[in-house]
């Protein structure tokens, strides 16, 4: 690991309690990522919109451990409740990043932690969880050793951070834009960490809304987890990998100039392609559902009406990403409401926006 750093001990009669609190923002997959290798390492480059409503708030209480043991001690509540289940996922990925976070062991620690979006939207919140987490050891790290000054250290290390909890946390510690993953044609991209993108973007971008269709909101029938897994014996695994990249250059090229119909064409290739790839999968399966479908046709002939630039994406589950930038939301929500709010569960969906990034409170 990188960042491994035996020297992140503590002197015993230093520590003193406390707490820190991030909120950290979910994102939506413009080019997806669908497959990884090694710890956490993507098979492709994914670039990404950070999201501004959709959040996790979490604040690490930290004091001086009363007993000593081997792993890391940790409590955690989410949403004001004792949650044993994300509790063992946590600390588990506490005890994985102790080489780099030495001193989390000398702590005994308390998580609380909540999502700004409801619990059952089907919201893929592992992004903004995980981010909000590594941001929250980041700081701890800072305000114990004053190793992280610079700002850009500080995103990248917490990136790294992230991506070992779940992929595409990673991206969300940038504003507007953010891109994960090795290509050549943006330099200082890595497997290892995301990088702000929004600097080399259009500014159209940054006013972008993504309304969330929810559509369904049962958990998922397969978790993203297992589905990276069977792109491990995929049939078109290479093939996807390839593409992936020849979608990110075109993507890439939408971005600097501002080329909507070339940014909402592969949106919506990439979307329907992840889910092709479970459908095709090894053991196949299906998360879209019909109203998803029929919510697809609808903003493609609205589209195809109007001439609004009105895209969709989706994550892996059936909720649609409604894409659109701010300069035609007047045309566009009466659409939505209209027209898509009625496929949704209870009529409901969320309205979020390309946002700011991660912010400690
Ligand atoms: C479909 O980041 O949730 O949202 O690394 O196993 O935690 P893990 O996977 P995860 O996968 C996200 C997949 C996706 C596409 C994307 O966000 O790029």
Partial sequence: ???????????????????I????????????????????????PSLSITLETSFTQTT??????????????VELYFEGTRNEAFEQRVRKYFEKILPIFPFLRQLDLKIETANSFPHSSGIASSASAMSALA?????????????????????????????????????????????????????????LYA???????????????????????????????????????????????????????QLLGALRTGDLETFG???????????????????PYVLLA??????????????AETGHPVYFSLDAGPNLHVLYPESVIHEVRPFIDEQLAPLCEDGLYLQDWAGEGPEQL
């Fill in 60 to 73: 690490l209480h930290y004091a001086p451990r009363k007993q000593a043991g081997q792993g890391v001690s």
């Fill in 265 to 283: 064409k592969i949106a919506e290739a990439e979307a329907l392609m992840l889910h092709a790839l479970m459908m095709s999968a090894p053991s």
């Fill in 135 to 191: 941001l929250c050891c980041c700081t701890l790290e800072d305000e114990f050793f004053h190793t992280l000054d610079d700002d850009e250290a500080f995103d990248r290390k917490a990136s790294y951070v992230a991506r070992l909890g779940s992929g595409s946390a990673c991206r969300s510690i940038y504003p507007y834009l953010a891109l994960w993953g090795e290509t050549g044609e943006v330099p200082g991209s890595s497997n």
């Fill in 1 to 19: 690991m990188q960042y491994e750093n035996p020297k992140l001990v503590l002197e015993t009669s230093e520590i003193e309690e406390g707490s």
């Fill in 195 to 249: 990088i702000p993108m929004a600097e080399q973007a259009h500014p159209v971008y940054q006013t972008f809304h993504d309304d969330i269709l929810i559509i369904r909101s049962d958990e998922k029938k397969v978790s993203s987890s297992a589905g990276h897994g069977l792109m491990h014996n995929h049939p078109f695994a290479e093939a996807r990998f390839q593409y992936a990249r020849k979608n990110l250059h």
């Fill in 21 to 44: 609190t991030w909120k950290s923002p979910s994102n939506i997959a413009i080019v997806k990522y669908w497959g990884k290798y090694s710890d956490q390492l993507p098979q492709n």
């Fill in 290 to 303: 019909p109203h998803t479908i029929t919510a697809m046709e609808r903003v493609q002939a609205f589209r």
